[in-house]
Each structure stands twice: as structure tokens, then as C-alpha cells.
């Protein structure tokens, strides 16, 4: 009897050779099992919505207190910052030095910010929210802290990290992002994106000059 298992090479397998990946969400499934990808699309497609929420609510806080969306935000980072110059004011959100001086203004006439001197530079004025204004504001925040108390008890100590986690580093990606557009509209100014209304505009503007 003629062994023929000698000398016998198993038949090699073809690999399958995966396609690179055309976007973030693939480039996810090179490594991860399916319902991480899963997972991240989720986060993906919700992500822009609680933003959108966010921005209506502040926009409606900012009624609340009789104050315009820019003022609002603007106390918001003298509250979480502490006190600092008009200058530093205009650095952190991009506004001109003559927006902040009508937004330093406008506080001040509704009291919810003051201003002292500065004491090493008599010629810079430094910014404070004003303390005894901060309960009205603590008031109108009051109603959502609680809901948002009561939604994070059914959370893990775990999840509670990593909700943290996340809120910090997008936060920060959100600063930075918005520096990189500010810088990019200011050294290109040719490539800013301009809605129809304004484009129109310049064209009539052009026929007029002709």
C-alpha cells in the first residue's frame, strides 16, 4: 500500500486583501470588532444635536437675563476664567477690541460686571462678574443642573469617567478648532465662505461701479 500523505503540501489559503479605508468610520472597523463601529456611528450621528440644543438653551438663558447671546457667553468665561482684561477677553473669543468694549459696556449697565483698574498698569482696566449678580444667574441654571443631576445617577462610576473624559478633550478640540478657523479667515481672508446674500450684493455693487 502506497503512502500518499507523503511529500503532501497542504493547498495555501488565499488572503484577502482589505481595501484601504476611505473615511474615519472604516478606518474604526480595520481594528475594532463590529460593535465598536457600531458604537462610534452612533456617537457620530448624535454628536452635532446635542450642540445645536445647547446653543437654543444658552440663547434662551440669555434672554432670561436680558442679555444678547455674545454678552451671555462672554460673563460665562469671566465666570469660569476669573477676572481679566478686555484684551485677553477679545484673545479667547475672537471678538474685535471694539466688540468687547460694547459688550464690557452693555454688562456693566445691566450690573452684572464691574471694572477696577489694573494696580501694576494704571493704563488697563481688569474685568470681574459682578458676585451679587451670580444668584440670578445660579437661579435660571438651577432647573437644568437638577435634571442633569438625576440623569447622571444612572451612571457608573466607570461611565460617569468616561462621559468626563470625553466632555473635556472635546471641549478642548473645540477651542482649538475654532482658533484654527480664526487664524485661517484672518491670513486668508480670499477663502472665507460667504453666503449668496453677500455675493449678490457684491455683484450689484460691481454693475453700479461700472
Do not use: W
Not at 22 to 40: F, G, K
Amino acid at each position: 500500500m502506497i503512502d500518499r500523505s507523503i511529500g503532501h503540501q497542504p493547498r495555501p489559503v488565499a488572503k484577502v486583501v482589505r481595501p484601504p479605508p476611505q473615511n474615519a468610520i472604516e478606518a474604526i472597523a480595520y481594528v475594532r470588532p463590529r460593535s465598536d463601529v457600531l458604537a462610534h456611528q452612533q456617537v457620530s450621528h448624535f454628536l452635532p444635536q446635542p450642540s445645536t440644543a445647547v446653543v437654543l438653551f444658552h440663547h434662551a438663558v440669555a434672554e432670561r437675563l436680558g442679555l444678547g447671546p455674545t454678552d451671555h457667553k462672554c460673563l460665562d468665561l469671566l465666570r469660569e476664567r476669573g477676572a481679566m482684561t478686555g484684551s485677553e477677553l477679545a484673545a479667547i473669543t475672537g471678538l474685535t477690541t471694539g466688540a468687547i468694549t460694547g459688550v464690557v459696556a452693555r454688562l456693566e449697565r445691566t450690573g452684572y460686571l464691574r471694572r477696577e483698574p489694573d494696580q501694576h498698569d494704571g493704563r488697563k482696566q481688569i474685568l470681574y462678574p459682578a458676585l451679587e449678580r451670580v444668584r440670578v444667574i445660579q437661579d435660571v441654571f438651577d432647573p437644568i443642573r437638577k435634571d442633569v443631576s438625576a440623569l447622571l445617577e444612572g451612571f457608573d462610576t466607570h461611565q460617569l469617567t468616561a462621559i468626563a473624559d470625553f466632555l473635556a478633550r472635546s471641549t478642548d478640540f473645540a477651542y482649538r478648532h475654532a482658533a484654527l478657523l480664526r487664524a485661517q479667515t484672518l491670513c486668508e481672508p480670499e477663502t472665507r465662505l460667504q453666503s449668496p446674500i453677500n455675493i449678490n450684493t457684491q455683484k450689484q455693487q460691481m454693475k453700479v461701479q461700472r
